[in-house]
């Protein structure tokens, strides 16, 4: 089992983890809420973990355009 983390808006990869012995509290997947947690955390076929986050890249762009948080994607 991998943990892709990609960024929500660019759909960039962020980062991976190659693991078999992980669980939600490692990732601190259990501190989100039922309404986050489906938001962001998918599961593939091959039983890989899909983690939607933001790159630091997006998160630069949020901060010097706050009115991209009222856009699900800000980057075309």
Do not use: W
């Not at 039983?47 to 630069?60: A, F, K, L, R, Y």
């Amino acid at each position: 089992m991998a943990i892709h983390y990609q960024c929500r808006h660019c759909r960039n990869t962020v980062g991976k983890l190659d693991t078999h012995t992980v669980n939600s509290e490692q990732l601190g997947i259990h501190k989100l809420s039922n309404e986050e947690r489906q938001s962001m955390v998918s599961y593939t076929k091959e039983g890989h973990v899909e983690i939607q986050t933001i790159c630091e890249d997006c998160q630069e762009s949020l901060e010097r355009n706050p009115d991209y948080h009222e856009l699900d994607q800000f980057i075309q």
